[in-house]
């Protein structure tokens, strides 16, 4: 069976003006009636998580993500999706520009007029990567809660992977491209960089890595490292920004493929023939006859006059938009073995080259740091992960500490200072202490609070 995601990528709130306020409203909820439709027909009949390559925000304003958020719920609760399961990455609109220091723009400057060097060199310095990390404040806070936090070193994060089948799993893997970004960028004169700390992702026996990112590969300086190493270690790489959706497939060498998936706007300014409202689903699995990855689109796109949206046919592979991609580290491990397949309904549509009948299951597991440490792993508590979603992206600073002190977290005589790091581990700490029922009453009653106070 395979592991359904629902795509969206710059979707913008907080963009609108005028009359736009209202048809934007209206196609947002006529995306969230339309995928459930679609993911109601695919085997299984309900998703298992929400991609998002980007611009999720317009300025990188909080309440711009507290919109997204609302809708980010409803849409996941109707594809059958507990509304933590999504994967992030920021874009352009994702940042504060309001917040860069004078300090922080001569480093701009300095990277722009250099390279991957002097990339590196900025990069080495905390004090350095906090300027330009400064900007992404409140897209912090928002990913934070989603598990999907930026990593303030400057190399890619991962947390989540998803099994097909025995020995075969896909992993999703986080770039930041927005880090250089100053809004005058333009591809034809490439200005950012991804950096070998980050476009260095590992190789994993019976894993195929999937890269989320928001700019496509001709936007950075470092292009041509960057595409080697996506060509020799990842299996898909999945970009926003263009607004022009588009797939291509290629052959690295025998027994090597990548399929390199641009995705257009979910929210555009406008919409028109050649900018309009779009957005995907995506069907991995195995794919048991080759031993690789099925990768199935169902692009949607909007029909001004019937004002919803439909099939997309002309795009993203059209009639024929399932493909089937080698895959060298699938074939490195051990083949699973046969497997029965569950009685299906005749009616039931099946993924192109697949008949395993394993249902994908998702685990997190964090990767090392840059100094080559593992990261803690989550605790395993029922209504854990909503609960951290709620913890950091619902509750003000103030209500978060309040928890932490009322239920005794912060150590006596702590001088460390406070921060999303350590406010996890003592959100954790709590949890494996038995007190998650306490936190789950202390967020919905300080949530209550704030808002009989506000009527």
Not at 185 to 211: C, K, M, S, W, Y
Not at 320 to 327: G, K
Not at 379 to 388: Q, S, V
């Amino acid at each position: 069976m395979p592991a359904v995601f629902v795509h969206v990528s710059d979707i913008h709130f907080g963009q609108e003006k005028d009359d736009r306020v209202h048809i934007h409203a209206d196609v947002k909820q006529q995306l969230i009636a339309d995928a459930k439709e679609v993911v109601s027909n695919i085997a299984g009949g309900v998703a298992h998580g929400i991609l998002v390559t980007g611009d999720i925000a317009q300025s990188g304003k909080w309440a711009e993500y507290e919109d997204a958020g609302k809708w980010l719920d409803e849409l996941a609760a109707n594809i059958g999706v507990e509304i933590h399961r999504v994967q992030m990455v920021p874009g352009n609109h994702d940042l504060d520009r309001s917040k860069l220091s004078f300090s922080g723009k001569q480093i701009l400057d300095h990277i722009r007029a250099g390279g991957p060097k002097e990339y590196e060199d900025i990069l080495n310095n905390s004090t350095d990567r906090a300027a330009l990390f400064a900007r992404f404040e409140d897209y912090g806070r928002f990913s934070f809660g989603y598990n999907c936090p930026l990593n303030n070193e400057g190399i890619f994060a991962s947390e989540m992977e998803v099994n097909l089948a025995p020995g075969r799993a896909i992993r999703f893997i986080r770039f930041n491209s927005s880090l250089l970004c100053h809004g005058e960028e333009r591809d034809e004169h490439p200005e950012l960089v991804i950096g070998a700390r980050q476009f260095i992702i590992p190789r994993t026996i019976g894993v195929e890595n999937i890269v989320l990112v928001h700019h496509p590969l001709n936007w950075y300086k470092d292009q041509d490292q960057v595409r080697d190493y996506i060509r020799s270690r990842a299996r898909v790489f999945i970009s926003g920004h263009e607004h022009n959706p588009k797939v291509s497939i290629d052959n690295v060498e025998a027994g090597c493929d990548v399929m390199m998936l641009a995705a257009g706007a979910t929210v555009p300014y406008k919409s028109n023939e050649v900018f309009t409202f779009t957005y995907n689903i995506i069907e991995f699995d195995w794919d048991e006859e080759n031993d690789g990855l099925s990768v199935t689109m169902h692009p949607r796109a909007w029909n001004p006059k019937r004002t919803c949206f439909e099939a997309d046919h002309k795009r993203l592979g059209g009639q024929n938009p399932n493909f089937r991609l080698a895959c060298p580290f699938f074939r490195k491990a051990d083949r699973p073995a046969a497997a029965p397949t569950t009685a299906q309904p005749a009616d039931t549509p099946i993924a192109q080259g697949s008949t395993f009948s394993v249902e994908p299951t998702i685990e997190m597991v964090p990767m090392e740091s840059l100094q080559g440490e593992p990261q803690p792993m989550s605790p395993k508590e029922e209504g854990y992960e909503i609960a951290r979603l709620r913890f950091f992206r619902d509750l003000l600073e103030g209500e978060r500490l309040r928890i932490l002190v009322e239920l005794d977290a912060l150590p006596e005589n702590s001088d460390e200072r406070m921060s999303q790091g350590l406010e996890r581990r003592l959100f954790d700490m709590l949890v494996r202490n038995g007190k998650l029922a306490e936190v789950k009453k202390m967020i919905d009653q300080l949530i209550g609070e704030r808002k009989d106070g506000a009527r």
